[in-house]
């Protein structure tokens, strides 16, 4: 198996508010797969993304609008053709601020495992369909904590690692070949009271055979 590779992270403001967000220019071919990660410093509702350019399809994955917690939104399209375009997303509040951001990835098995959290615990775990998964989460912090906190596990890439003063504390990260095959707990270390709004996302490996794998034997493995 091999991980699937990162196209492209493109993401709007997360300090600022309105009824509606975009990102222009986003590109994708045939079988990429595109995950949209969404939070918003209050229990808003926010949108299934929608696109401009063809071949996506969005299929909603996690939500949360409980009462005293950040709203949050991931969803996950497969695209059927190459294209370009707009994507966006909306809130229901003008007032709060917020924000959203979309990988792409290619050479993927498809969408995988999804998990999330909405209460004083900072992470939460995930058990992927497989070894060499692309991983990407996201803590939205309701009480703001000032003082940052250690994304954990360590990620490939950190996209936001910030406080918005009083309003939320965002944190972003992916790692681009995880391989654990095994639950592993995705989040922040530190201090902070929360409630944490926690989203993780599993993009598939491309399922290759391995190197144990003999199929013309029907059989797998070296104990046979």
């Not at 299934?48 to 063809?54: E, F, I, R, V």
């Not at 497969?78 to 994507?87: N, P």
């Amino acid at each position: 198996m091999a991980a699937p590779t990162l196209i492209s992270y493109t993401e709007t403001s997360w300090t600022t508010t309105g009824l509606s967000k975009s990102i222009a220019s986003i590109s994708w071919q045939s079988g990429d797969v595109l995950v949209a990660l969404g939070g918003s410093e209050g229990p808003d509702t926010l949108g299934a993304p929608t696109n401009t350019g063809s071949g996506l399809t969005w299929t909603s994955q996690k939500s949360n609008v409980a009462a005293s917690t950040c709203g949050t939104k991931l969803a996950t399209a497969v695209a059927s053709a190459s294209s370009s375009g707009v994507i966006s997303m909306s809130s229901n509040n003008s007032s709060d601020e917020w924000g959203f951001a979309v990988w792409v990835w290619r050479g993927s098995n498809g969408v995988g495992n999804s998990a999330e959290q909405h209460t004083s615990t900072k992470t939460v775990a995930l058990t992927p369909t497989g070894a060499d998964s692309g991983i990407m989460w996201g803590v939205f912090d309701f009480a703001a904590n000032s003082t940052l906190q250690t994304i954990t596990p360590t990620p490939t890439n950190t996209r936001q690692r910030v406080n918005e003063g009083t309003h939320y504390t965002i944190y972003l990260a992916d790692i681009t070949d995880q391989v654990s095959a095994g639950a592993v707990s995705y989040g922040i270390s530190g201090t902070g009271s929360g409630p944490f709004s926690i989203l993780v996302m599993e993009v598939k490996s491309s399922g290759g055979a391995s190197a144990f794998d003999i199929p013309q034997l029907g059989m797998t493995g070296v104990g046979f």
